[in-house]
């Protein structure tokens, strides 16, 4: 398949928001410094983020399956489980989906997708199919669905406990098979897009990051592209992998920071913008559905997980797997059930607001005043869900803190057992970072900064986007930011509660 040939225009977000404009001003462009112009318009530099991750990627799968079976000294198991889920959501929340620029999954399939590590190609390898236009509308149900599978089937093979190492190696193996069968039937990086378990996740909660990714510097000058070498692909680059038009962009929700519009641009009009944290939740002037959906469903899971460390919960587990003939825990009827409880309820919420609004509105409209009368559950749920991300970022990053304050020196001697030193008589091996106490009042601290922010940024959006829907703005702002607070302190009551459960 000739890569540089034509856009394909199916299945992307919509002409109307495909070819809407972006804010003109989206931050500081980094790229505009001569040192990072010629990092990144090498072609090597995202094969130099893949790399060392690929070493630690084929590690993991190599010790896991033949290394020790204890869990804390398998240098697979301990690194995954201990620190990596944790540097990753750091990542998220401080530059957005910068894991996405050296993934080994998507890396590792787009090398053999395009026959090369890293020169640009005119021929790739596969079908190059174009992803059906009704499942590339749905955004991020997808990827969010895949995610709670993925969870699902660590919790039953408790392979984040983390149990047996094989198994880590088993799912690790497992996501780059299914990474490679979407490359190779499918164009670009639609896997990356449109399947991959952790796309909706860095997405969402990456949307508080500094780095809005690349943009257009003269929205005009693109406009009036005639090549669209950033889509199409020119002869230094290939054609954006993630389908995004770098005019269009208003959020980093879908820019996988790979560099090839930049290295594509003929016009030298994309730069690397960096941003205030939190402009990708308020700033957006397209908030969509999906992704409205995506927040709620993921914020429902984290509760589960925390309410699953409740001895409580586990009672009411066992009875419901004795009645429902299911072999231990988590019994997928009360998974399933409870997330899904928590994300309607939170939409039940979001329209409990609206319907409150609506009624105060109607005095409003008595005394001789407007109100719009569009739909006012979609005009309040899609926004108060986006403002609810950093609760939930933060929720999520707080859930990794007692695997990793607890077990994360045990990464070392893991890596000094590969070569014959070390074991679990090692001094690392048994340090705790933080007592369990300790352990408790950061990750109190992590949700009350994870409320704060998430109060700003509530505060922003109602004002900008929900006082203007209604006429009743004490009772909705009141309203709004009484959610967060809400989701804020159960969160942390919670992590009191549970005690630093794994």
């Known amino acids: 398949m000739a890569v540089a040939i034509r856009l394909r225009p199916r299945q992307r977000e919509g002409m109307s928001e495909r070819f809407a404009t972006s804010d003109p001003t989206p931050g500081w462009d980094i790229a505009r410094h001569p040192l990072a112009a010629r990092v990144l318009h090498n072609r090597k530099f995202q094969f130099l983020l893949i790399v060392p991750n690929q070493i630690v990627f084929w590690t993991v799968i190599f010790v896991g399956l033949f290394g020790t079976s204890i869990p804390g000294l398998n240098f697979g198991a301990a690194i995954t489980w201990y620190v990596w889920f944790c540097l990753v959501f750091v990542m998220m929340v401080v530059v957005g989906r910068a894991w996405c620029a050296m993934c080994p999954f998507g890396g590792f399939a787009e090398w053999i997708q395009r026959k090369t590590f890293f020169q640009r190609t005119q021929k790739t390898l596969g079908l190059g199919r174009t992803f059906p236009e009704p499942l590339a509308r749905m955004g991020f149900i997808i990827p969010v669905v895949t995610f709670l599978i993925l ?15 094989a198994a880590t190696s088993f799912m690790v193996i497992g996501i780059v098979a299914t990474a490679l069968v979407f490359f190779l039937t499918f164009e670009r990086r639609t896997f990356c897009r449109y399947i991959c378990p952790l796309t909706s996740v860095i997405g969402t909660i990456g949307s508080m990051g500094s780095v809005a990714g690349f943009r257009t510097r003269d929205r005009d000058k693109c406009v009036s592209c ?14 954006c992998p993630w389908y995004t038009w770098p005019a269009s962009a208003d959020s980093n929700l879908y820019c996988g920071l790979c560099t090839e519009c930049y290295k594509s641009c003929s016009d030298d009009n994309i730069g690397l913008f960096l941003q205030k944290p939190l402009t990708s939740v308020v700033a957006p002037t397209r908030r969509r559905a999906d992704v409205a959906w995506a927040i709620v469903l993921l914020w429902g899971l984290v509760l589960y997980q925390q309410f699953n460390a409740l001895s409580i919960y586990n009672n009411f587990d066992n009875w419901l797997n004795t009645h429902l003939h299911f072999p231990h825990y988590p019994n997928p009827v009360a998974y399933l059930g409870l997330i899904g409880l928590l994300a309607l309820a939170m939409a039940g919420i979001s329209w409990g607001i609206a319907a409150l609004s609506a009624r105060r509105d109607v005095h409003f409209e008595r005394a001789g005043g407007f109100v719009d009368r569009g739909s006012k559950f979609r005009a309040y749920f899609v926004p108060v869900s986006y403002g609810l991300i950093p609760v939930v970022g933060a929720d999520y990053f707080a859930r990794q803190l007692p695997k990793f ?21 090692s001094s690392l091996y048994n340090t705790r970072m ?23 940024a509530m505060w922003r959006i109602t004002n900008r986007e929900l006082v203007g829907v209604s006429r009743s703005a004490l009772v909705v702002r009141s309203a709004t930011l009484g959610l967060v607070l809400a989701c804020g302190a159960v969160a942390a009551l919670l992590y009191v509660a549970i005690q630093a459960a794994n």
């Open 226 to 239: 005639e090549t669209k070498d950033c889509m199409r692909g020119g002869d230094d680059g290939f054609g």
């Open 434 to 456: 933080l007592s369990d106490s300790r352990i408790i009042m950061v990750q109190v601290a992590v949700m009350c900064l994870g409320t704060m922010g998430a109060l700003w």
């Open 405 to 425: 304050f607890k077990s994360a020196p045990r990464v070392i001697p893991a890596a000094q057992h590969i070569f014959g030193f070390a074991g679990t008589n």
């Open 151 to 165: 969870t699902w089937i660590e919790e039953f093979f408790n392979i984040a406990g983390p149990g047996n190492p």
